[in-house]
């Protein structure tokens, strides 16, 4: 017997971790699995990876390369109902420590991955007085509480056939994601059955839980149109093994040394910033977009001119059908980089330069890259932020055209089956152009979260991680990893645990949204209730329908500027209030938070007049900038006035850095509604300048609410451009430094009775939301597709651990350390 009574000790207190795992593995000393120094093994392990597995259960275990002191498989429960800290916030109920000599950990994880799932069942088997629950519970040879009919039985109008399972270690993680993997080129259904359980091919966690050990028979069942293909190619691949040698997996010494402390936030893992939220389980793939090589000279210009020519006709043709490909996909405000990725192919100095280079003798790709690479450096060169992204944009569509001339360097291309892609940073159109049947995953060792590759990745959906190091690139293609964008680390080399987790981490993250998506209009009101409003970023009247459809309670930020970025003139009145009527309309009562125009700093507008300045980010940005153009902003205060009427706008000004600007854009307001006969609205202000917050007692006096940006938050308290293209790992908003501000912020708001919101995309990230809702924020206000997500996290958090982690936050010395607090960790999961 694996586990029998004598392993399980009840109502046992060990005073700390080490005592802990020490009383149990004495169970298996006792009971002749191990020898006692299996026990320090047991130790050791925990320095390199975390055994605590969630619903207060841990598993300790020895290191691999200790197996010689394991008589024979054991498992030994010690039951502690009052818990022993574990690392962190963990607290542990049941001690399970395993000693497990093949491959029964398989069978064991299966029956803790179902106990993990079922919180009750934790919660009784942590206080239980009778033994029998936990052998019940924990056996893995005791039958299923849910046991299903064996599928022969029902194989009808389907074909079925006996395979076994790899004879090395079974059905264990790899052989189980070749599974995966060859179910899902097919269209059929394809079920596994073993002793009575089923799993679905395509499932990883669930062909684990099949528990199948070496040679195990397993019943395939196919049904579907391609059935006798996939049942051809299932059992060529249970023949072959499915991949897995006889080798013993690496022992831990011969693996990469782990990082160290602080920089990783699991054993082994490379740490970035989360990016793109979700979880992916593939091989790592080196992205290289190079084109293939060519000669640098041609004795024939003319025939070099007209290849030019034609590449660039067919880049043209390509950007336009990308374009409208990712208008469908992922919306029509992200494709619209592509479409200015095809004026470049227009640019006349451009083309008279590569024309010229021509004539000279070059080849048109040697042309073409040496105009494009000295135009693209010295954009980069004038150290302007948004000229620098311009300068990005066009190397960007000089590769795309050299693939045209001279074909893509094929080898560099080729993409693996669930790639996770490593680049130093992408470009949007590289990152729009990887396919998403094959890319499950992105990792930059540059960038930041608020950088175009983000931001796509979000929007297509795929888990992504920025600004992890070098290391990343480091890593050899197809290197199996773990990539956690909801964490935001790297894990290399999984263990089964690992990839264990990662599967059942992904599938918790579909059952997720599909019920955040059902409960969308629930509102966000803690178990403890406290109600939190979550409320839409919109920038067109179009979207308030989209938002309110998705469970948005308003729009938090309406940003103006938006609206009119690729204008020449100034809007007129009537044409904004047009726009703001249609926006109070479309959110039908609900209330819209209309910033007034934010021109300067990253969002200069062509009918502004910007002076010249070294640091426009410092400079004549925001309100600033509305107060040095009265005539501009009072147009635009007397159509928000108006639109008023139709529903319930606020205003709420940027950039605000004290008293002084704030008392005369009141007075302006003030004076254009009572020319109006307006009836009054609320007027608030941006927190995102330090002073601001340090003075928010004195400012809460005169602005009716709040909205903390934390993007220029962090970029001014931190002293990181938020466009830089390296320096994105320092720019964490959930640095102590920003934590702290956004805390004397909400009190200085509270203590006059003013409501606080944060429209940043700090209030996206899952990390952020139970520490803002500690520091007592009352709005939350967020990209369309994550308000449904954001509401169910809220809903499952309670309010007096979400203060008891912002404290624990608020004592931190840095960011990394906040993001590794184990409470918080818990808290972002939640749903
Ligand atoms: C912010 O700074 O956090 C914010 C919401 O404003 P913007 O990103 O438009 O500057
Ligand atoms: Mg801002």
Redesign the pocket.
């Known amino acids: 017997m694996i586990l029998s009574a004598e392993r399980i000790r009840l109502n046992a207190s060990p005073p700390d971790k080490e005592s802990a795992i020490r009383q149990a593995a004495e169970l298996l000393v006792q009971t002749g699995a191990i020898q006692p120094g299996y026990a320090e093994s047991m130790l050791r392990r925990e320095g390199e990876a975390d055994t605590f597995l969630g619903n207060g259960i841990a598993i300790p275990h020895g290191q691999r390369g200790d197996r010689g002191l394991i008589a024979r498989t054991g498992i030994a429960v010690l039951q502690v109902p009052a818990g022993v800290r574990w690392n962190g916030d963990d607290v542990a109920h049941l001690v399970v420590a395993i000693a497990a000599q093949g491959d029964e950990h398989i069978a064991v994880l299966r029956r803790l991955t179902e106990v993990l799932g079922d919180e009750e069942l934790a919660r009784h088997l942590a206080k239980t007085s009778d033994t029998q629950d936990i052998l019940r519970a924990l056996d893995p040879d005791a039958p299923l509480p849910q046991a299903t009919a064996p599928v022969a039985a029902s194989a009808e109008g389907g074909l079925t056939a006996e395979v076994q399972a790899p004879a090395a270690a079974g059905l264990h993680a790899r052989p189980a994601r070749a599974v995966t993997q060859l179910a899902k080129t097919f269209q059929s259904t394809i079920t596994l059955a073993f002793e009575g359980r089923q799993a679905d091919a395509r499932s990883m966690i669930a062909l684990l839980q099949l528990g199948a050990g070496p040679g195990a028979r397993i019943l395939l069942t196919i049904r579907g149109p391609d059935a006798a293909a996939a049942m051809a190619a299932l059992q060529a691949g249970f023949a072959e093994g499915l991949g897995d040698k006889d080798e013993q997996p690496p022992m831990p010494a011969d693996r990469p040394p782990p990082l160290q402390p602080g920089q990783s936030l699991v054993p082994g893992s490379i740490t970035g910033l989360p990016a793109s939220p979700g979880v992916a389980v593939g091989v790592l793939h080196r992205f290289r977009s190079e084109a293939a090589g060519f000669a640098e000279t041609s004795a024939d210009p003319v025939g070099e001119t007209s290849a030019l020519e034609a590449a660039l006709q067919a880049t043209r043709e390509e950007l336009r059908d990308l374009a409208q490909e990712m208008a469908v996909r992922i919306g029509a405000k992200h494709a619209e980089i592509f479409s200015a990725h095809a004026e470049f192919l227009d640019d006349p100095e451009l083309l008279t330069e590569a024309h010229a280079a021509i004539a000279n003798g070059a080849s048109a790709p040697a042309a073409w890259r040496d105009a494009t690479e000295s135009r693209a450096a010295a954009l980069a060169g004038l150290g302007d932020a948004l000229l620098a992204a311009r300068a990005i944009d066009l190397k960007d569509v000089a590769r795309r055209l050299l693939r045209h001339l001279v074909g893509p360097d094929e080898e560099a291309a080729a993409l693996p089956e669930r790639a996770v892609v490593a680049a130093e940073d992408l470009t949007p159109s590289e990152t729009a152009s990887l396919d998403p049947a094959k890319v499950v995953g992105m990792v930059t060792s540059a960038g930041g979260p608020t950088a175009h590759t983000a931001i796509l990745a979000r929007a297509m959906g795929i888990p992504a991680v920025v600004a992890a190091g070098p290391a990343v690139l480091e890593l050899a293609d197809g290197t199996p990893v773990v990539l956690d964008g909801d964490n935001g680390y790297l894990h290399p080399d999984p263990d089964d645990m690992a990839l264990a987790a990662a599967e059942a981490a992904m599938a918790r993250g579909r059952d997720r949204a599909a019920a955040a998506r059902h409960a969308a209009f629930r509102p966000a009101v803690t178990r403890d209730g406290r109600r939190v409003e979550v409320a839409a970023n919109v920038r067109r009247p179009e979207e308030a329908a989209e938002a309110v459809a998705a469970g948005a309670e308003g729009s938090g930020?309406v940003?103006s500027e938006f609206l009119f970025h690729d204008r020449a003139e100034p809007p007129s009145e009537e044409e904004q209030f047009d726009l703001y009527r249609r926006l109070a309309e479309g959110f039908g009562g609900l209330p819209v938070v209309l910033r007034t125009l934010?021109a300067g700093g990253d969002?200069p507008l062509r009918f502004v007049r910007h002076p010249a300045e070294a640091n426009p980010f410092l400079g004549l940005r925001g309100l600033r900038l509305s107060l040095a153009e009265p005539q501009l902003f009072r147009t635009q205060v007397r159509a928000a006035l108006r639109a008023a009427r139709h529903g319930d706008i606020k205003l709420m000004l940027?950039m605000v850095d004290g008293l002084e600007d704030l008392h005369a854009a009141r007075a302006l307001i003030e004076a254009e509604r009572a020319a109006l006969e307006a009836p009054r609205v609320e007027v608030g202000i941006?927190v995102?300048v330090p002073s601001a917050a340090v003075m928010a007692d004195q400012l809460a006096g005169e602005a009716d609410f709040f909205s903390i940006?934390?993007?220029?938050?962090t970029q001014y308290t931190l002293a990181v451009d938020r466009l830089h293209p390296t320096m994105g790992a320092r720019s964490d908003a959930l640095d102590p430094a920003v934590l702290r501000l956004i805390d004397m912020t909400v009190h200085a708001a509270h203590a006059r009775g003013r409501w606080v919101g944060v429209?940043?995309?700090m209030a996206a990230d899952a990390m952020a939301a139970p520490i803002l809702l500690g520091l007592g924020v009352d709005e939350l206000s967020v990209s369309i597709p994550n308000v449904a997500v954001l509401k169910a996290q809220l809903r499952a958090l309670d309010m007096a651990r979400a203060e008891d982690v912002a404290r624990q936050a608020l004592n931190c010395g840095t960011a990394a350390e906040v993001r590794r607090l184990a409470g918080l960790r818990e808290l972002a999961d939640a749903t």
């Open positions: 930020l940003r934010d969002k940027p941006m995102e940006g934390t993007n220029d938050l429209c940043g995309n």
